[in-house]
């Protein structure tokens, strides 16, 4: 409200200006009235001064008021983002509207969640539950050829009402779900650091599109990558997955990357933010990081703010603890962290969590289904590996009121906006 109320004022005093100028001989060029509008300036429009490194957000007009208090607290790193809440997915609300329209109770709740493909009568579940999409994993592609993998996706996508979002973990070095397959791929994907090491920029352009191809060609349509983490440490556990570089370099990492996933037409996904920094693996357990607020503005949120101002369409929340922006919930089911993500970086695409059964979740919710907690955080799509559990304890939150209808239509109005956008390759058909 206080951006908008900016804004307004800022367009009251242009308007001003424009009867004053009316009035009286012109003397200087009469402001475009665009610039005055709602609507978010384009990058040549910006009035922003250039940031510390070149893959921050512009600045929007009417943030001059946020900025300034953001600077007296120490929070100045990261301009605001847009105002605009469709801007990412704007091609796709009108007939993403007229579907939501028309869609049960039922058929809403499925289209929140990305589910672990089940090992079993996977097929069977796409025609029952009509899910957002199903999450791949190795054992999905293990020993398999890449017609079978073609023919698995396209019965998925054939028994779907709506286009689901097929997804997977290709990152390249220790995280590889696809390539691993010799059947189809000729070698595992190398790290980015491997890549950078080999070939510069250059090469991490060239291995993501081949990331891209590979994939696409086997029906995937989202990958879960690239990781915007920053760490320098080989000790930290996410290293090994990072780029290894400063946050300045993982940002142009980042930036590369998710321009060439667009250019390609592949949707991806930054992870895990607000950053994971040295923080233990939340597999396993809890994470909590106690780092001040001042090192994510001045480094964890650099990468992220690169890639979203490049057009990355999905951004990834961990489960991580953090202080400084909530030391009551885990990153994933934290509306402050939501908050953060949505008004101080501007990212207007779809936010899911990592994935609720891994034990930092139950640790901390005590056994208790976390999926009402996730989507009133604001997350939109939720990474469940409990298909029946996760799916009855939604439904049962907004039959009784604990997630409203309309904050479930918020989030499935965004998936389906994206689903409709002729930007990413999420066709039907497959191969």
Known sequence: MKRRSVLFLMIAVLLLFAV???????????????????????????????????????????????????????????????????????????????????????????????????????????????????????????????????????????????????????????VVRVSRNANLAPKPFQSPQQVFQSGGMQAIVDDTVQKTQLLQSLGLNVNLAPVADVSTNPA?????????????????????????????????????????????????GIAVDHRPYETFMESDFLPFAAGIEEGAPMVLVSHNIVNCMDSEHPASLSPEVHRVLREDLGFTGLILTDDL???????????????????????DLLLSSDLQADYNALSAAVQDGTVTEERLDESVLRILAMKCCTQYQLERVVG
């Open 20 to 174: 004053g100028c009316a009035a009286g001989p012109a003397k200087t060029e009469e402001p475009n009235s665009s610039s005055s509008s709602m609507s978010v300036p384009s990058e040549s429009e910006s009035s922003a001064p250039p940031a510390e490194t070149e893959e921050r957000p512009e600045e929007p007009e009417g943030s001059a008021s946020e900025e300034s208090d953001a600077s007296s607290s120490g929070q100045s790193a990261v301009p605001a983002g847009p105002a605009t809440t469709q801007e990412l997915f704007a091609e796709g609300y009108p007939e993403a509207q007229e579907l939501l329209e028309n869609m049960t109770l039922e058929e809403k709740v499925a289209q929140v969640f990305l589910f672990r493909c089940p090992s079993e009568n996977a097929l069977a579940a796409v025609q029952t539950y009509q899910p957002g999409g199903f999450m791949l994993f190795a054992k999905d592609f293990d020993g398999k050829t890449a017609e079978q993998v073609c023919a698995e996706m396209e019965s998925y996508q054939q028994a779907s009402k709506i286009p689901m979002f097929l997804a997977v973990d290709e990152e390249g070095g220790t």
């Open 236 to 284: 930290d556990f996410m290293y090994a997955r990072t780029f290894g570089q400063g946050a300045a370099e993982t940002a142009d990492y980042v930036k590369n990357s998710v321009a060439t996933y667009n250019q390609q037409r592949m949707a991806c996904a930054l992870k895990h933010f607000p950053g994971y920094g040295n923080n233990v693996d939340t597999h396993t």
């Open 357 to 379: 059964s891994m034990e930092a979740i139950p640790a901390y919710t005590g056994g208790e289904n976390p999926c009402a907690a996730a989507i009133n955080a604001g997350n």
